[in-house]
């Protein structure tokens, strides 16, 4: 079983439509909680971070941890074209190594 | 406020060859760590360096050595290159202790023939 599991996809959805994004860990030491986002061949772009448990917003995006169940999502409102490419989950117990999941490949059709 | 760069873009190596890949931290961080993305993969931790010594590392043969700078810049050198080691690596920046999280480079693309 891989530490960080996350669904690699594709998914493809229309815009406007709400995102659902998520990745499940068994590691509970665990404690910091990352979105990022990469275009391709590029690097990962930070788009959330969390420390332990909760919800946090960010304009359209929305990150929730559930260290009890060690599951972890990501939702994005209002999505646009420019929204398409790979969300990658990332986690750590001391925020230096840092574990992520394969990926998940978005596209959001006009 | 500069953020983290990194060269070459690419590379070009065979198998058996030695490279050494560079990074330029985010100002005012402190701390570098490098990660290997393979195609279709996400990132693996390589390791980090921290006031110049490794503070950390993943699961890599001791061929995957670096160095850190007093102005934090870093390197990663790989020596005996084999065909796996083709891959996007990346370098992340941070200010340990800020509790702030990474913010990663844009990658040089090492392809090993």
């Known amino acids: 079983q891989k530490e960080v599991e996350q669904d690699p996809g594709p998914l493809s959805v229309p815009e406007g439509a709400i995102v659902s994004l998520n990745c499940t860990y068994s590691?509970?030491?665990?404690?910091?909680f990352m979105w990022y986002r990469q275009y391709s061949r590029k690097g990962p772009e930070l788009l959330m971070y969390t420390y332990s448990s909760g919800n946090k917003e960010d304009g359209r995006f929305t990150a929730q941890v559930d260290k009890s169940s060690k599951y972890i999502s990501l939702f994005i409102r209002d999505s646009q074209p420019s929204d398409s490419a790979t969300y990658l989950c990332?986690?750590?117990?001391?925020?230096?190594?840092?574990?992520f999941g394969a990926g998940t490949r978005l596209t959001v059709k006009p | 406020e500069t953020g983290v760069t990194q060269s070459p873009t690419h590379l070009i190596k065979t198998r058996g060859q030695q490279v050494t890949l560079r990074c330029s931290s985010q100002?005012?961080?402190?701390?570098v760590s490098w990660y290997q993305q393979a195609l279709g993969q996400g990132p693996q931790f390589i390791f980090q360096?921290?006031?110049?010594?490794?503070?950390g590392r993943g699961n890599f043969p001791p061929r995957f050595s670096g160095l850190q700078f007093p102005n934090y810049s870093s390197e990663l050198n790989v020596n005996a290159l084999e065909l796996d080691d083709s891959a996007l690596y990346l370098c992340a920046s941070s200010l340990i202790g800020s509790g702030d999280t990474q913010y990663f480079g844009p990658g040089t693309r090492l392809t090993v023939l």
């Open positions: 360096y921290y006031r110049e010594e490794e503070n």
């Open positions: 990332a986690m750590s117990y001391n925020n230096n190594d840092m574990r």
């Open positions: 590691n509970s030491a665990f404690q910091y």
């Open positions: 100002s005012g961080h402190n701390t």
